[in-house]
């Protein structure tokens, strides 16, 4: 990890965190005075009790909780009050004094959060997008919540937690091409991958990455280099058991149906579009180079009677704990010799509904077509 991204995060998350100096003191010890008080988190989210599949179930996974509260000294700096660490899903008890204060529940941190003192500080830690892989499963995915509240004595509350990850599923792919020639034609899927991924995120969740090439996985296309990308980030950013034949001809188009077990996972990517440079319609970076930031993709892999095409579909702006779902991706035509240039004429646009993820459906009613 370069050191550049830590003075970056360190940068976002003074703002993000109410200008808090990262330098404000040590832990404080809980007083033996009538300021002690304990606080109960029960973490809570709709996808603790809604999860019917083994991958969902996986998706919500609870393995360890660390609870943080924090109290303003001097009006400016939040320290930390109050630190429990917990395995398992259950109610966290955690000493600390009573008054105004802010909540915050990390559910699977791939971080050792026992050294925090201040809330700037735990903003500002980086989570990596391959940590929420482990034991050869995603079954670790990092989350968060934050609430502000006024402690008593004793106090209960519920803290909701997001997962900071994206989810990207396509539900079904549809073989029905418009030209006669083709609808009889042998289409077969080789794989399914994400490209231009972000690979990590701060705890502030306000991390915006530049070109920085240590920031992304599989910049305009899939990274076959050997020990660039490891299992774990592979993993998340490709599926294979879509592989096959997808069925049908001219009398009767064909689909295959994917499970949730295809879907895939990237960090947050606000960018919207590309660099491009001149009319050829190759993207170029901002000096020339063959790199710039640019929106997160769904490419599709597939060969046409043994010819090798590609299907990329350019998503929208990933943010945390949102799915984003092709319910149906019609192919139509044959596609493109890039992985990182689009289909001409394609465009996706989408539409927002609530799950346990907050769902977003591509394309009209969550159809696509190629």
């Known amino acids: 990890m370069k050191k550049t991204f830590f003075a970056v995060a360190a940068l ?26 304990t606080l109960t988190a029960k973490i809570v989210s709709p996808f603790n009790t809604k999860a019917t599949v083994a991958d969902e179930e996986s998706e919500a996974k609870v393995n360890t909780i660390d609870v943080f509260v924090f109290r303003t000294v001097s009006g400016e700096v939040s320290v930390v009050d109050g630190y429990k660490k917990v395995v398992g899903y ?3 008890v955690v000493p600390c004094t009573k008054g105004a204060r ?18 700037a500080e735990l903003c500002a830690i980086v989570s990596e997008l391959k940590n929420n892989h482990s034991a050869g499963a995603l079954t670790n995915f990092v989350m968060m919540g934050t609430k502000d509240v006024e402690i008593t004595s004793e106090t209960t509350q519920d803290i909701a937690v997001d997962r ?28 399914m991958y994400l ?26 296309q899939y990274d076959e ?12 950013l490709r599926t294979t058991s879509c592989a096959g034949e997808v069925p049908g001809d001219r009398d009767a188009p064909g689909s295959v149906d994917l499970a949730v077990e295809n879907a895939m996972y990237a960090y947050p990517n606000p960018t919207q579009s590309d ?18 930031i640019r929106p997160t993709r769904l490419v599709i892999e597939a060969t046409l009677d ?37 289909v001409v004429g394609f465009d996706v646009p989408f539409q927002i509904t609530v799950n346990d993820w907050t769902q977003v459906l591509m394309g009209t009613d969550g159809t696509v077509t190629i």
């Open 12 to 37: 976002a998350a003074f703002v993000a965190c109410n200008k808090q100096a990262p330098d404000a003191g040590i832990r404080p010890a809980v007083p033996e005075t009538s300021d002690a008080a």
């Open 225 to 236: 280099t050997a020990g660039k990308v490891d299992e774990k980030d592979k993993f998340i």
């Open 164 to 191: 900071l990850a994206a989810r990207v599923w396509v539900k079904k792919i549809t073989k029905n091409f418009s030209a006669a020639g083709l609808q009889d034609a042998h289409f077969e899927i080789v794989r």
């Open 195 to 220: 490209t231009n991924v972000v690979n990590q995120i701060n705890l502030g969740r306000d991390f915006v990455p530049d070109a920085t090439e240590a920031y992304w996985y599989n910049m305009m």
């Open 90 to 92: 259950q109610d966290v």
């Open 102 to 119: 802010k909540i915050y529940a990390i559910v699977n941190s791939d971080k050792d959060l026992s050294g925090v003192s201040t809330e």
């Open 275 to 292: 660099a491009l440079e001149g009319s050829t319609g190759m993207y170029k970076g901002p000096e020339g180079g063959p790199w710039s």
């Open 306 to 342: 043994g010819q090798l095409y590609y299907y990329p579909v350019t998503l929208p702006s990933l943010e945390y704990n949102k799915s984003y779902e092709i319910s149906n991706l019609v192919i139509t035509r044959p596609g493109s010799d890039d992985p990182d240039m689009p």
